[in-house]
């Protein structure tokens, strides 16, 4: 596999350990970590080199840009900062993931391994796909979204900017997510969901905390 070098990924948490170990088994060379809140230099087996401003005054030495901050709409909003000056944004697509070629993936989106995208199924930026987590045929999933580990999620299922399907969650076709809605772990979704809600449960029903 030819190396690519050098990758800067901003956000220094667990999901950004995941998205670097991902980006070397496809083959990048020398990953750097940038963060505004880690102070250490050491990050396992890789480097804090900086803040966001130290990786603004050295975009050209990256060849890639990812954001990696699990924070749905901090991570969108770092990813169009980022477009806006310049950087190289890319995605970062496991080598055990499973994508269609007939998939679109916008830049800054990641695919864990074990995941599935399946044809005609479009993801758009700075959106995550996570660990075994299945898309399947012509889903649109929204900018910053995330698809936490495990989900199922049947055909031609629509989620909207900024949401959050969570860990093992369940998606009949064709239903439509809103943006900023969350669904709770497990839970089985059978109707659309508006926008800004969060849903839980075996059906998926809006949670009422009153
Ligand atoms: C790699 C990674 O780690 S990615 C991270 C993956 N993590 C996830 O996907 C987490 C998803 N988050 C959840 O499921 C959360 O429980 C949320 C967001 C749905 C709700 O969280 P909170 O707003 O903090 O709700 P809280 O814990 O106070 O629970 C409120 C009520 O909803 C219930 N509830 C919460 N989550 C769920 C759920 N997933 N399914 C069914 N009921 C639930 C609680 O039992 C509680 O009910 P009660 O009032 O009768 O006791």
């Keep these: 596999m030819a190396k690519k070098d050098r990758l800067a990924v901003f956000g220094a948490g667990g999901h950004g350990r995941v998205v670097a170990d991902a980006a070397e088994?496809?083959?990048?060379?020398?990953?750097?970590?940038?963060?505004?809140?880690?102070?250490?230099?050491?990050?396992?087996?890789?480097?804090?080199?900086?803040?966001?401003?130290c990786l603004d005054e050295r975009l050209d030495e990256?060849?890639?840009?990812?954001?990696?901050?699990?924070?749905?709409?901090?991570?969108?909003?770092?990813?169009?900062?980022?477009?806006?000056?310049?950087?190289?944004?890319?995605?970062?697509?496991?080598?055990?993931?499973?994508?269609?070629?007939?998939?679109?993936?916008?830049?800054g989106t990641f695919i864990a391994p074990g995941a599935v995208v399946c044809v005609g199924t479009v993801i758009r930026r700075g959106a995550i796909v996570n660990t075994g987590a299945t898309v399947d045929h012509d889903c649109t999933i929204g900018p910053g979204a995330h698809i936490a580990p495990g989900v199922a999620m049947s055909g031609g299922v629509t989620v909207g900017e900024c949401s959050w399907v969570g860990v093992g969650a369940a998606v009949k076709e064709l239903v439509e997510i809103g943006t900023d809605c969350m669904v709770g772990a497990g839970s089985v979704v059978i109707r659309s969901v508006d926008s800004g809600v969060t849903v839980v449960g075996?059906?998926?029903?809006?949670?009422n905390k009153d």
């Design 62 to 107: 990256y060849a890639g840009v990812i954001v990696a901050i699990g924070h749905n709409r901090r991570r969108l909003a770092l990813h169009d900062e980022l477009a806006a000056r310049g950087a190289a944004l890319v995605s970062v697509v496991h080598p055990q993931a499973v994508v269609s070629p007939y998939a679109v993936l916008e830049p």
């Design 202 to 207: 075996n059906p998926a029903r809006p949670l």
């Design 25 to 53: 088994a496809c083959g990048w060379n020398n990953v750097d970590f940038f963060d505004d809140a880690v102070t250490s230099t050491a990050h396992g087996p890789w480097q804090v080199r900086g803040t966001f401003r």
